[in-house]
């Protein structure tokens, strides 16, 4: 399965052949990962990311969502996913991250925005969130530049290390999501 994004960037399911490129990815951007992301420090070694992406292939047979490697000019430059989609009340949330030396490049936002068109298009869904750290600005400004509509604060959301922090909630309902006008072509199913 692959989605064409643009020209320059392919969301494809992550396969164990992908491991040893995302833990260099990974362990290259550790310092720059570490700052939001609580997984950084358990991936220490190919193995682990094996681990993740086993978990990926599991959640995706499941239909429980699916997250994706991020391919920027032919190279994985990091991933982007749905955290786990609820069938029931239609509603998914995305999470992302990118190596630091892709950053500035809108691969992030190019990718977020087929991803929230494709649950609303594709998956059938009604909502789709995305929280972010307070503190995150990189993070945050991908729902907002998105037109997603800041629905508050959950404080002490998540342990980060060695402190708390505050999650902003994020939502885009499928009534108002315009961010996907032009077609939604470009999805494949195959390998």
């Not at 969301?11 to 939001?36: C, G, H, I, M, V």
Request: net charge negative; with cysteine.
């Amino acid at each position: 399965m692959y989605i064409q994004v643009n020209d320059v960037i392919v969301l494809k399911l992550l396969q164990a052949d992908n491991a040893e490129s995302l833990f260099a990815l990974t362990d290259a951007s550790r310092p720059y990962l570490r700052e939001w992301l609580p997984w950084v420090d358990g991936t220490v070694n190919v193995g682990n990311t094996r681990e993740f992406i086993e978990f990926c292939e599991q959640q995706h047979a499941s239909n429980n969502g699916f997250n994706t490697g991020i391919w920027y000019k032919g190279e994985l430059a990091g991933c982007i996913g749905y955290h786990a989609i609820n069938w029931g009340n239609k509603k998914t949330s995305i999470g992302y991250w990118l190596g630091q030396r892709y950053q500035g490049n809108g691969i992030m936002s190019s990718s977020c925005k087929k991803m929230v068109d494709y649950a609303f298009h594709e998956l059938g869904l009604n909502r789709v969130e995305i929280r972010c750290g307070t503190g995150n600005a990189k993070s945050r400004a991908i729902p907002e530049r998105l037109g997603f509509v800041n629905e508050g604060v959950i404080r002490q959301a998540e342990w980060i290390y060695d402190r708390f922090i505050d999650h902003v909630v994020y939502g885009m309902l499928k009534q108002d999501w315009s961010g996907g006008a032009g077609g939604h072509g470009g999805y494949e199913t195959g390998n």
